[in-house]
């Protein structure tokens, strides 16, 4: 128990110094207590807290093993997606840590911290955080301090787009598992995360591996919304294998146990999935059916990957006149957001949406390879989404092949068919 928990609770109590200190010893010495400028007796502390009444129930506030305990269910929370009850315990928690000294505990509810702020779409925030202290996570031996931090960053990482180093620092922190004895949750979310990230870069035989031992953990402890979200990405998987079958079959079974809990945002996720798997199949109609459904089943930037679905289907179907509601309840939902979310997820939009409202009103958007050649192309190259710079690399060489400048179009050409070889796809 330290001094600045003495001041935290006179101040509250509204009570000054020479009150606290009367009968007990020097307002002077009582003033080094509170600066924590020397050590104190248990048998003067024990009075000083009797006098601010601070009984057992108080001190257990300032339990630095029970404060570790509360981040651990702060931790949990995140991992579960309950936001709401995060932000009112890291509330709690942060006015509590201002008087620990610990500096392994403050780190750790940091670190923890960030997560949230990635997940609220503070990314600025959040890698600020992880920044702070990455310098005490490196210099000291803590291993679980360092599985968290590892982490977090990977999140960092894979938000921008860097899935393979994500996928490294993952499997650092899978290492130091076998000596932590770790919830089984923070265990589960490891795999769920190595499953998403392996899913990124292509490695569909991990992805399934990963997502087969979470579904299994999440299953036996009745975890059906985490189960939910592993059958999704497992349906992805065999999406992208082509066993549409099996595919549908995991998409089914997420679903069931979405209505099952009530989990909306879960049900949006699926129709957009299943929405998906129409288009591959051809059936363009049933995906704007289905992608309409997800949309109405969101809220904000999280209804824009349906708009782009939907767009997608239409300019397929040659429907131009049906592109433009969408493409300006896009722009509008962006202009919404503002500058409070500028991370790549939500940004691509404004690129994609840039390009299908020259689709729909070709010849109102001056000359379209320029837009093309110096803002979409080189926005898709620097994140390395290379299926989108396959899209539109290609459709600017067509573009220049039509207009017989052969030299670009042969060099738009050739950067779309270096985007197929890194997404390792057959030619």
Same mark, same amino acid.
């Given at each position: 128990?330290?001094?600045?928990?003495?001041?935290?609770?006179?101040?509250k109590q509204r009570k000054k110094q020479g009150e606290v200190a009367k009968g007990i010893c020097s307002i002077s010495y009582y003033s080094k207590i509170e600066n924590d400028q020397i050590d104190v007796g248990n048998e003067l502390m024990e009075q000083l807290l009797e006098r601010?009444?601070? /009984?057992?129930?108080?001190?257990?506030?300032?339990?630095?093993?029970?404060?570790?305990?509360r981040i651990h269910q702060m931790n949990e929370l995140i991992i579960d997606r309950e936001l709401?009850?995060?932000?009112?315990?890291?509330?709690?928690? /942060?006015?509590?840590?201002?008087?620990v000294q610990n500096p392994h505990l403050i780190v750790f509810f940091e670190i923890i911290l960030a997560r949230f702020r990635f997940l609220r779409g503070e990314h600025a925030s959040g890698q600020a955080l992880l920044e702070k202290n990455e310098s005490f996570v490196?210099?000291?031996e803590d291993a679980e301090l360092k599985f968290h931090f590892l982490k977090m960053k990977s999140v960092y990482?894979?938000?921008n787009q860097q899935a393979e180093t994500a996928i490294v620092l993952l499997k650092e922190a899978d290492g130091l598992r076998a000596s932590l004895h770790l919830p089984h949750k923070d265990v589960v979310d490891l795999y769920y995360m190595l499953g998403v990230c392996s899913y990124r870069v292509k490695d569909i035989n991990a992805s399934m591996y990963y997502m087969k031992e979470a579904v299994r953990v999440y299953d036996s402890n009745y975890d059906y919304q985490r189960s939910g979200d592993c059958r999704l990405m497992l349906g992805l998987c065999y999406k992208g294998i082509g066993q549409y079958e099996s595919a549908e079959k995991q998409y089914e079974l997420a679903m069931k146990l979405a209505k099952n809990i009530q989990h909306k945002q879960l049900e949006g996720k699926v129709l957009q999935a299943k929405g998906e798997l129409f288009s591959a199949r051809g059936l363009s109609l049933e995906a704007i059916t289905v992608f309409q459904m997800s949309y109405r089943l969101r809220k904000g930037t999280d209804r824009l990957i349906c708009i782009r679905s939907i767009l997608k289907e239409f300019h397929k179907m040659g429907q131009y006149s049906e592109l433009l509601s969408w493409i300006d309840h896009g722009f509008e939902i962006l202009k919404e957001a503002g500058t409070k979310t500028r991370s790549?997820?939500?940004?691509?939009?404004?690129? /994609?949406?840039?390009?299908?409202? *020259?689709?729909?009103?070709?010849g109102e958007n001056g000359d379209f390879e320029d837009i093309l050649k110096d803002e979409i192309v080189p926005f898709f190259?620097?994140?390395?989404?290379?299926?989108?710079? /396959?899209?539109?690399?290609?459709?600017?060489?067509?573009?220049?092949?039509?207009?017989?400048? *052969?030299?670009?179009?042969?060099?738009?050409?050739?950067k779309a068919v270096k985007a197929l070889e890194v997404m390792n796809y057959e030619i």
């Open positions: 128990m330290n001094g600045k928990i003495l001041k935290y609770h006179r101040l601010l009444e601070i /009984h057992d129930t108080v001190k257990a506030v300032h339990d630095e093993k029970k404060l570790k305990e709401d009850e995060s932000e009112n315990l890291s509330n709690v928690l /942060h006015d509590q840590l201002q008087y490196k210099e000291i990482h894979f938000l790549f997820l939500v940004e691509q939009y404004r690129y /994609h949406f840039t390009y299908y409202r *020259h689709i729909a009103t070709p190259e620097k994140h390395e989404r290379y299926e989108d710079v /396959h899209i539109y690399a290609k459709d600017l060489a067509e573009r220049y092949e039509r207009k017989q400048h *052969h030299r670009k179009a042969a060099m738009y050409y050739k």
